[in-house]
Structure formats: structure tokens, C-alpha cells
């Protein structure tokens, strides 16, 4: 009997072990469960003509247990000493470098004996080099302007480990003060507050502050010839002249979309909320940088019609810069999150209708991707294992919409047992308790179950938590196991014109109504196309190219709608068609178009994909080019 409890309680412990071993973030070398970095002072000297950055960070920890070394993550850097800032020692340190084709980088090391409770600063001294992707050095042909050159950075995923030797996990939070010494006329932009700046004679150093801790990945430069433009109390557009006047108008809703979000949350506590509009090669469409947001210049429609992507970077305020996930693996509490918010904006700034076909229309994309990695593998699921694997690796459409979906599914279930939005409640009350947190899954899981309580009562909330699936929503990969229903006044009138255009009797002023629609309606029209199972005839082809003259370039988001659908369906794929492909091709670098364009158009006429690739590589952000290779790889 005995040894029977024994024998269990060994299996307890390894169970809670494995657990354990799980719930660390596989990302990171990092030793932060036994010393734990609070914050970065950091130098940053930005050398165009070596395009590196020259860095000099001083990182303060505290020791959690004893311990002997300090291991953080780097990968593509080149450290030239480790100094301990209080006795002014260099300290020894190792690089391994058989963990070169590790996706995680390379773990330094350093060695220096600290007992728990212990406050102690490195000071570390080092370049990045051109083998890393979170720095990006644009010649000046590659800017707008193209007179002087341009770099900015971009550490999501887990990129920040190529900028500067840090804890680059999303569990550890940190203060960030920077300087950044550019050549003049340059202007150095930074995801803090402006202090101040001071002249050198040929540079100019800028200061930054960021006094709330912040995760490593939302660390972020940028430095060009920026000009700036005050849009609202709290809000710069940021960028150079030949666009920022563009921007300012485009995003002009900005303020308005804040105060949205926090009459749906909490107050915005991060002062400030700036944007920043990039050269074409910004690989994403925004990025929610506080305090500076990074956006792409495919978003100037002229029409504010593209503005959502800001809704959603907005919204990152709460949902990731304030509440973050504690891991990689939990990517969906901060986008599935962030995707809930931004339609709550999207609501009210235009209407609930628009809000959910924007929710029908992503349902598509959604689906295409839980296919293309598989119903029954984990990247299909809001867990993926990620072991051995690199964050961007599993980047798809599932953490934003299979965990809106779950979200909303969620509120559906909740709201009408209570006479108030009781979800919107719980999430205001989520976002106050765990504020300047990073927290896993079975945080909010526990949180929502135990307000479910508080709110209802035993009854109700037994009757509501019987109906979810928590495991296949959450852990379960391939599809969600709830449809949940978006049926809303916009989609009829696109689907009857999808019907009357299989059936090639749409009316001959189909065009003006066409022009009309808000272009989610025409993104709708598109992606049914794409997802329809049908191949596109002469006529057909006709109406979307000439008629309709989609390929014209005025709106990325359509134009990638219809390349996308004339790709997968189209009977011919026409010369024209396919020198304005290669036109959009080198337009935008963005990855959203990208890369499902790439994938298509090299199933089409692999030669010519893989020269057009070969073509603009070297203007793609290297973290495109890295897996714009890795998709073409796979098909073959
Ligand atoms: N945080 C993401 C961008 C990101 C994700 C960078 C993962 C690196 C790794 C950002 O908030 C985002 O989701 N951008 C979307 C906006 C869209 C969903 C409205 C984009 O870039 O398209
Ligand atoms: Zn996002």
C-alpha cells in the first residue's frame, strides 16, 4: 500500500513537472525564473555605412534564488564585453555557437555569483550584424523620398534578441530609457516619450522613456529623414514628407478610435499614442509598438477605408501591451483579443453590420489556413507546440480569428443571462487585475469562470460553463467546434451578386454599384471568389480585370482580393494580369499579400514566381524573405 501512494505521488510529481516545464516560455534561453531582468538603459549608435547598430545597454536584475549565471538571449550579434556596472569588472562570458541553427539563437552566458534578493547591473557592449532580421537598413532608393537612407527595427516575434542581448520573453517586463545618436539631418524615433536630444557637432542623440514595463518584442526604432504632424492632443503621425501629410489625413480618426476603446476598456494609461508610417518594405500591416505604432503605407487608400488596422493596433494598448501573454504559445490573448476590440471600435465607428461581415469575411481566411497546416496538427490549434520552433513559424490567421471567435462566442453565451453587457464587465475587469502582467491562458480561463460566479450565481454559471468546450476551443486543433452566426444586412446583397456573377448575368451597371460599396464588401465579394470552389471563365475574368478594372492599383487590400481569387481560379492567367501581379509584387512588402500571392502564383508558373522573388528579394524585409523561402520550399 505504501509503496502503491509512492508510486503515485512519483507520478504526481512528474506530471507536475512536465507541467511545469510546458508553461515555461521554449522561446527563450533565458534563466528569468531565477533572475529577473526590470530594466534597460540602453545607447543605440545607428551606423548607416555599416548598417549596424553600435550598442552599449546597461540591464538591471534581480537575482529571484541564488545562482552563478546570468544567461540571456542573442542571436547574429557580435559582444565585445560584459562589464559588471557596480565593480566595473569585465565578467567572462560564453557564446556557444552549436546552437547556430537553433530558431532560438544563441544563449550568452554569463558568469557572476548572485544570491537571492540580490540588484545587480551588466553592462554590455556590442553590434548587431547584418546575418539578423530585427534591424532593417533601407538605402536611400528604397525610401519614399529616396535622398537619405532609412532603418527601423521590428523585434515581434523574437526578433528583439538581434537588436540588443535581453530576456526576449513576453513573461518578463521591463522599464526601457534609450538614446539613439543618428547623423544629421536625421530624426531618431523611439516606442517611449520623447525627453530630449543633444547635439554632437555631426549627430544628434535622442532620448526615450518608457516608464511602464513592456515586454522585450514592443522595444522599437526607427530613424530617417521623419517629419512629424500633430493630429489630436495625443497624437504625431511620424514619417517621411512624402507620406506623412498622406497619413495624417487617412488616419485621421485616430483620437476618436482611442476614446472608443477606452469607453469599451479602461482608460489609455500610455499618454501618448504616435504613429509611425514606413517605407514600402514594413513587413506588416501595423504593429503595436507603444506609444508608437508602425504602420504600412499600403493602408493610404485615400478613403480612411484601410483605417481598421489602426482600430486593432489601438487596441493593442490593452490587449498585449497592458495584459500580455506570458508565451509564444499563447499568441491568442493578445491578438484574438486584439481582433474582439477592434470590432467593438469598428462597431461604433461605422456599424455592427460592417463589424461582423468583417467577422464573416475573415472566417474564409481563417479556414484556408487551419487547412494549409492541417485540421489535426497543432499549429491549427490556439496552443501550438513550439519547441524547437521559431515563433513566426505558425504566424496564420488562427490566434486572431479562432480566438475572436472564441471570444465572441463567449459574449454570446454570457450576455443574455444578465440585464447589462456582463461580458464587457468581466473584460474591463480582466484588464484592471492583470494590467502590467504577462499571463497564460488558464489565467483568463480561471478569471472567467470565477466572475461567472460572482456575477451569476451558482445556477447560471453552472449553465453557461457546461456549454464550453474549453479544450476543443483552446488546445483541439482544425476547426472551432461552434459556428457562430455573423448574418448581418451587408452579406445578402454581396452574395446575390456573387450568384448572378457565377451565373454571368450580373446587370451592366453592376460597376457602379461596385464602386460604391465599402471596400469590406468588395474584400467580401473577392475572398467568396477565392473560396468558392469554381474556375473563373473569359467572361468572368473579363468583368473582374476590365470591367471592374481590379487590377488597377488604387486600393491594396482589393487588388490583393482579386489577385488572390484570379490566382486560384482563373482559367487563363492573362499576360497582363500577370505583369500587374508582378507590379503589386514589388509594391508592397508586406507579408499579408506576400505570401499567399507567392504561394499561388508559384503553383501557377513557378518560374516566373521564383524570378519575380528573385527579382525583389533584396527590397523585402528579411524576415519576408526568410519566409516567403520557407513557403516556396514547401511546395516543392
Ligand atoms: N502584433 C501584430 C504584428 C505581428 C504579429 C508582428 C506577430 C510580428 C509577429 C499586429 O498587431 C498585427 O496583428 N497586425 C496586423 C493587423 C491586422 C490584423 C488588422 C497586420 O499586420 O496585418
Ligand atoms: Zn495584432
New binding site residues.
Given amino acids: 500500500m505504501a509503496s502503491l501512494s509512492n508510486k503515485y505521488f512519483f507520478v504526481f510529481i512528474y506530471i507536475y513537472l512536465l507541467n511545469i516545464s510546458i508553461e515555461k516560455d521554449t522561446n527563450t534561453f533565458s534563466n528569468y525564473e531565477i533572475i529577473k531582468q526590470t530594466k534597460i538603459e540602453a545607447n543605440f549608435n545607428v551606423d548607416f555605412s555599416q548598417k549596424a547598430i553600435h550598442g552599449l545597454v546597461k540591464t538591471y536584475f534581480t537575482a529571484l534564488d541564488d545562482g552563478e549565471v546570468i544567461v540571456l538571449d542573442t542571436r547574429a550579434l557580435k559582444i565585445n564585453s560584459v562589464i559588471d556596472s557596480d565593480t566595473g569588472e569585465e565578467l567572462e562570458f560564453a557564446l556557444d555557437d552549436q546552437y547556430e541553427l537553433d530558431a532560438n539563437g544563441i544563449p550568452l552566458r554569463i558568469y557572476k555569483e548572485y544570491n537571492k534578493g540580490d540588484q545587480i547591473a551588466i553592462l554590455i557592449k556590442y553590434d548587431t550584424t547584418k546575418d539578423g532580421s530585427a534591424v532593417q537598413f533601407l538605402d536611400p532608393e528604397q525610401t519614399t523620398g529616396k535622398i537619405y537612407p532609412f532603418m527601423f527595427t521590428?523585434c515581434?516575434?523574437i526578433l528583439c534578441r538581434e537588436l540588443l542581448p535581453t530576456q526576449d520573453t513576453p513573461a518578463v517586463k521591463v522599464t526601457v530609457s534609450v538614446g539613439i545618436t543618428v547623423e544629421k539631418p536625421l530624426f531618431a524615433v523611439e516606442s517611449g516619450i520623447f525627453q530630449n536630444k543633444i547635439d554632437n557637432g555631426d549627430t544628434v542623440t535622442y532620448f526615450y522613456e518608457q516608464k511602464i514595463p513592456i515586454p522585450s518584442?514592443l522595444i522599437a526604432l526607427a530613424a530617417g529623414k521623419i517629419e512629424e504632424r500633430v493630429i489630436s492632443d495625443r497624437t504625431k503621425v511620424y514619417g517621411e514628407k512624402e507620406l506623412v501629410d498622406l497619413a495624417s489625413y487617412e488616419f485621421e480618426d485616430t483620437e476618436k478610435f482611442i476614446q472608443l476603446a477606452e469607453a469599451y476598456t479602461i482608460p489609455y494609461v500610455w499618454g501618448e499614442y504616435n504613429l509611425l508610417i514606413l517605407p514600402s518594405s514594413f513587413?506588416?500591416?501595423?504593429?503595436?509598438n507603444p506609444t508608437l505604432t508602425f504602420v504600412?503605407p499600403s493602408l493610404i487608400a485615400g478613403d480612411k477605408s484601410l483605417a481598421?488596422?489602426v482600430?486593432?493596433?489601438i487596441s493593442?494598448s490593452w490587449s498585449?501591451n497592458l495584459v500580455t501573454m506570458d508565451s509564444w504559445s499563447d499568441?491568442w490573448l493578445?491578438?484574438g483579443f486584439?481582433?474582439f476590440l477592434?470590432r467593438k471600435i469598428i462597431e461604433k465607428h461605422i456599424d455592427a453590420d460592417i463589424a461582423k461581415l468583417d467577422a464573416q469575411f475573415s472566417y474564409n481566411t481563417l479556414a484556408e489556413d487551419i487547412i494549409k497546416f492541417g485540421e489535426s496538427k497543432s499549429f491549427s490549434s490556439l496552443k501550438p507546440y513550439l519547441v524547437g520552433r521559431h515563433?513566426?513559424d505558425c504566424?496564420s490567421e488562427i490566434p486572431?480569428e479562432k480566438g475572436f471567435n472564441f471570444l465572441y462566442y463567449l459574449e454570446s453565451i454570457v450576455n443574455p443571462q444578465s440585464d447589462i453587457d456582463l461580458f464587457r464587465k468581466i473584460l474591463k475587469q480582466y484588464f484592471t487585475k492583470f494590467k502590467y502582467q504577462s499571463i497564460k491562458y488558464e489565467d483568463f480561463k480561471q478569471f472567467f469562470i470565477d466572475k461567472l460566479y460572482e456575477e451569476l450565481g451558482e445556477t447560471k454559471a453552472n449553465a453557461i460553463l457546461k456549454q464550453i468546450d474549453w479544450v476543443r476551443w483552446i488546445e483541439a486543433p482544425g476547426f472551432p467546434p461552434v459556428k457562430n452566426d455573423f448574418s448581418n444586412k451587408y452579406s445578402t446583397e454581396v452574395e446575390n451578386a456573387i450568384e448572378k456573377f457565377y451565373n454571368n448575368n450580373l446587370p451592366s451597371d453592376f460597376k457602379y454599384t461596385f464602386v460604391k460599396w465599402h471596400t469590406l464588401l468588395k474584400q467580401y465579394f473577392l475572398s467568396s471568389i477565392r473560396v468558392t470552389d469554381k474556375e473563373l471563365d473569359d467572361t468572368q475574368l473579363n468583368l473582374l480585370s476590365n470591367v471592374l478594372n481590379l487590377k488597377e492599383g488604387y486600393n491594396a487590400e482589393v487588388n490583393f482580393g482579386y489577385f488572390a481569387a484570379v490566382l486560384e481560379h482563373g482559367k487563363t492567367l492573362e499576360d497582363d494580369v500577370k505583369q500587374a501581379l508582378i507590379l503589386f509584387l514589388g509594391k508592397f512588402g508586406?507579408?499579408?499579400y506576400l505570401r499567399p500571392l507567392y504561394i499561388d502564383f508559384y503553383k501557377r508558373d513557378k518560374e516566373t514566381a521564383r524570378a519575380t522573388f528573385e527579382k525583389y528579394k533584396s527590397s523585402y524585409h528579411p524576415?519576408a524573405q526568410r519566409l516567403i523561402e520557407m513557403d516556396l520550399k514547401n511546395l516543392d
Avoid: C, L, W
Avoid at 513587413?283 to 503595436?288: H, I, N, Y
Fill in positions: 521590428q515581434e516575434s518584442y513587413p506588416f500591416g501595423g504593429m503595436e504600412t481598421d488596422v482600430a486593432h493596433e493593442h498585449g499568441f493578445n491578438e486584439t481582433m477592434q515563433a513566426d504566424f486572431y508586406r507579408m499579408k524576415i
